[in-house]
């Protein structure tokens, strides 16, 4: 237990509500969580499941209806050919970590992934006795992997790759490019690919490839996917993975171990998101990306801040090198002094050290008072002040 990790916004969020709880108050820049309702057609699939009697058990993969839907989108979506045979439907996305992780992982195999990046990856690579293994996300690449740093890194024991695109916590696309230069690193290599993909609808450029659209790569990759990010259904925890037969088995294992299966009037209601009119999503993205816009360039009117524009999800990863404070303390002090509740980069690995993430799903007008705040605190961007805090 002493190796397993944990998320650090959960534990910022705790801090920021004791704040509140004495009467502080506090724009919420932690949690990574759409702040838009449930799409109304969505929630009323799950009324009406309930009172059809879907609250009992169901299939452990999940129900046929779902995994055929699910099987549709990503087939579209990704420009490959998948079927339900291929599907898993678990509680949430994080199952698509823990269980293909489980399932192939042994102590002394290798896993790289990309650092800064979601902590739970390093968590459960640790959890399973195997060697983590960060590579660099560049800030002058958009947040892509350094691809010679990749190279070198690629052993006899590397036993599995992690993609994040779009990133968490950078916002970062990997290039197409990047990605086929991956992909003929991998091909022929005795190894698997947990291809991150839970803010693939939400983008504000080109769609971002999956690495399963490149030749020999579907079948040694996992696509995690799922519901919370797309349809703002965090708190119904529905998720789901695509990969090869052989290993939904085993993920299959691992739920009617664990979990049972998915709830399955949640799942009702998944069917009714992927089936059912998608311009709430295109709402949503479109109103990210003003907000996007307007924090991005609030920051970088922060005296020692730079703040790239994140090509996808909804994070502003901001570098606050300039700042000459370390980016734990100025988290610290943000939250406490100014009223912005933020997160060190360093929480999402070594390589995140000097970064701010800032979730920008609150409303635009929080948003800008949070960059005023900032913008107010900055006249005691001095180490020491800090350090007194």
């Not at 169901?58 to 990503?74: E, F, K, M, S, V």
Request: glycine share 8%.
């Amino acid at each position: 237990m002493n190796n397993i990790g944990v998320e650090s916004a959960f534990d910022v969020l705790v801090r920021a509500r004791a704040l509140e709880a004495k009467g502080r108050s506090i724009v919420h820049l932690e949690i990574g969580e759409p702040d838009f309702p449930t799409p109304a057609h969505i929630v009323e699939a799950a009324k009406q499941a309930l009172d059809e009697g879907w609250t009992h058990y169901g299939p452990t993969q999940g129900l046929p209806d779902l995994r055929d839907a699910i099987a549709t989108h990503i087939s579209r979506t990704r420009g490959i050919d998948v079927g339900p045979q291929h599907v898993s439907v678990v509680p949430g996305g994080k199952p698509i970590i823990f269980f293909p992780m489980i399932a192939l992982l042994e102590p002394g195999d290798e896993v790289i992934y990309p650092n800064p990046g979601f902590p739970i990856y390093e968590s459960m690579i640790r959890f399973l006795g195997a060697k983590p293994v960060p590579i660099p996300l560049e800030e002058a690449r958009g947040f892509s992997f350094d691809l010679d740093r990749f190279r070198d890194s690629l052993t006899d024991r590397t036993k599995m790759v992690v993609l994040n695109s779009p990133q968490n916590p950078t916002g970062g696309v990997i290039p197409y490019a990047d990605l086929k230069v991956i992909a003929d690193l991998l091909r022929d290599r005795d190894l698997m690919i947990l291809s991150d993909e839970i803010y693939s609808q939400i983008y504000y450029d080109d769609p971002p490839a999956s690495i399963t659209s490149f030749p020999g790569m579907l079948e040694k990759t996992i696509i995690l996917d799922g519901f919370s990010k797309t349809y703002a259904m965090t708190g119904w925890r529905m998720g789901y993975g695509v990969m090869p037969t052989w290993l939904v088995e085993a993920v299959t294992k691992l739920m009617v171990n664990s979990n049972s299966c998915t709830a399955s009037f949640t799942q009702r209601a998944g069917i009714a998101a992927l089936n059912g009119p998608q311009d709430c999503v295109s709402a949503m993205v479109a109103e990210f990306r003003r907000r996007r816009d307007a924090i991005c360039k609030g920051l970088n009117e922060v005296p020692g801040f730079r703040c790239a524009v994140p090509g996808g999800a909804f994070y502003a990863f901001a570098n606050v090198t300039g700042t000459g404070v370390d980016s734990k303390e100025l988290a610290d002090f943000l939250l406490n002094e100014a009223g912005v509740s933020c997160l060190n980069g360093g929480c999402f690995g070594e390589y995140g050290t000097g970064y701010v993430r800032f979730s920008y799903a609150n409303s635009l007008a929080n948003l800008n008072e949070a960059v005023v705040r900032i913008k107010k605190a900055a006249v005691r961007w001095e180490p020491a002040l800090v350090s007194q805090v």
